[in-house]
């Protein structure tokens, strides 16, 4: 059973950083994708960034540098650094991963979520 745990949200200032951590256990499958969305009450969630196993990134133009996603493949672990927040980037953030077996079946995993909350 793959495993998310996130860590590293919090309450900034408008203009400050963050940096979010997302640690997988549980898997051996080395073709993936690990990202980062975010979601607000009464919204549909939505992706911040992603990047592959090969380290390919995607970004949402509201967080184009701004926001850097990374990996560190040995430890299972994505990183997402956030800075020059804004108070629209106030939302709980999720990890994500997908992965891809033998037999190209998908599989999703979501982590629980951690707060960002960006004051004005």
């Known amino acids: 059973q793959v495993r998310l745990v996130e860590s590293g949200g919090g309450l900034v200032q408008a203009g400050g950083s963050l940096r979010l951590s997302c640690a997988a256990s549980?898997?051996?499958?080395?073709?993936?994708?690990m990202g980062w969305y975010r979601q607000v009450p009464g919204k549909q969630r939505e992706l911040v960034a992603t990047?592959?196993?090969?380290?390919?990134?995607n970004y949402a133009d509201s967080v184009k540098g701004r926001f850097t996603i990374s990996r560190d493949n040995a430890k299972n672990t994505v990183y997402l650094q956030m800075n020059s927040l804004k108070p629209e980037d106030t939302a709980v953030y999720y990890c994500?991963?997908?992965?891809?077996?033998?037999?190209?079946?998908?599989?999703?995993?979501w982590g629980q979520g951690t707060q960002v909350t960006v004051s004005s």
């Open positions: 994500k991963r997908e992965e891809w077996d033998l037999r190209a079946r998908k599989y999703d995993y």
């Open positions: 990047i592959t196993n090969t380290g390919n990134t």
């Open positions: 549980g898997s051996t499958v080395s073709i993936n994708i």
